[in-house]
């Protein structure tokens, strides 16, 4: 009859590195999801700033026009002009501060960095050796 032996050195370690691969892999699976949403979601912040920044370009526009046409002799068209072309600039502008203003910027990644650390502090906490064992050494 043969007893089962303890596992090897070995075998201990070859399991730990396939453990620690896992995690390793884990950790990267969850990192490329992270980050595509994270991707998403500045692009679109990006377009809705866009469109905004498009809106008061325009809104300049048609108030420069309007002033010229007033300015022209030709208040009938130009006062409309101006009072769209404000209209355009004032929601464009206003439309940026409250898109500034609402989401400020946030580290790319950061749950994934904050996971990674933890788990490297505890694989550090698990492989440090004890203070008895540092006293008997």
């Given at each position: 009859?043969?007893?089962?032996e303890?596992?090897?050195?070995?075998?201990?370690?070859r399991?730990?590195?396939?453990?620690?691969?896992?995690?390793l892999?884990q950790?990267?699976k969850?990192?490329q999801?992270?980050?595509?949403?994270e991707?998403?979601?500045?692009?679109?912040?990006?377009?809705?700033i866009?469109?905004?920044?498009?809106l008061?370009?325009?809104?300049?526009?048609?108030?420069?026009?309007?002033?010229?046409?007033?300015?022209?002799?030709?208040?009938a068209?130009?006062?409309?002009?101006?009072?769209i072309?404000?209209?355009?600039?004032v929601?464009?502008g206003v439309?940026l501060?409250?898109?500034r203003l609402?989401?400020?910027g946030?580290?790319?990644?950061?749950?994934s960095?904050?996971?990674?650390?933890?788990?490297?502090?505890?694989?550090?906490?698990?492989?440090?050796?004890?203070a008895?064992?540092?006293?008997?050494?």
């Amino acid at each position: 009859m043969k007893a089962t032996e303890p596992p090897g050195a070995t075998s201990l370690v070859r399991e730990a590195a396939l453990d620690l691969a896992h995690l390793l892999g884990q950790h990267v699976k969850v990192a490329q999801l992270e980050l595509k949403a994270e991707l998403r979601s500045m692009g679109r912040r990006a377009s809705v700033i866009a469109m905004l920044a498009a809106l008061l370009a325009l809104g300049y526009g048609l108030v420069m026009v309007g002033l010229a046409a007033v300015i022209g002799g030709h208040p009938a068209t130009g006062i409309p002009l101006v009072l769209i072309g404000g209209a355009h600039a004032v929601g464009g502008g206003v439309g940026l501060l409250v898109v500034r203003l609402r989401k400020p910027g946030t580290q790319i990644m950061n749950t994934s960095t904050t996971a990674m650390a933890r788990s490297l502090e505890a694989l550090e906490e698990a492989t440090a050796p004890s203070a008895e064992k540092r006293d008997v050494l």
